[in-house]
Nanobody, 116 residues
């Protein structure tokens, strides 16, 4: 099983980034996918999630209207589009694949830094 995030980096406030998460080793289209983030000194928090078929999404209040989660089951990839980035969005962003309490996989994370 592999879950690999990419696309993080340094961006100025108000800028945009698109994170990608490539998955392999499990039936991707049967798993709900989520993005979490963890800022220094804070607990990991759910940012956005998407159902296995991509027909249902939900977002943390702090990112609603700015972030968009999407998935391409043909490419075994989930994306997080991030617009109007703020310094408080600075964190390590993690991708999660979830089927049940046992079939739950995490990536290593990608750093997003929003700073001028």
């Amino acid at each position: 099983v592999q879950v690999v995030e990419s696309g993080g980096g340094l961006v100025q406030p108000g800028g945009s980034l698109r994170l990608s998460c490539a998955a392999s080793g499990f039936p991707f289209s049967s798993y709900a996918m989520s993005w979490y983030r963890q800022a220094p000194g804070k607990e990991r928090e759910l940012v956005a999630s998407i159902s296995s078929r991509g027909d249902s999404t939900n977002y943390a209040d702090s990112v609603k209207g700015r972030f968009t989660i999407s998935r391409d089951n043909a490419k075994n990839t989930v994306y997080l589009g991030m617009n109007s980035l703020k310094p408080e969005d600075t964190a390590v962003y993690f991708c999660n694949a979830h089927r049940d309490s046992i079939r739950d996989y995490w990536g290593q994370g990608t750093q997003v830094t929003v700073s001028s």
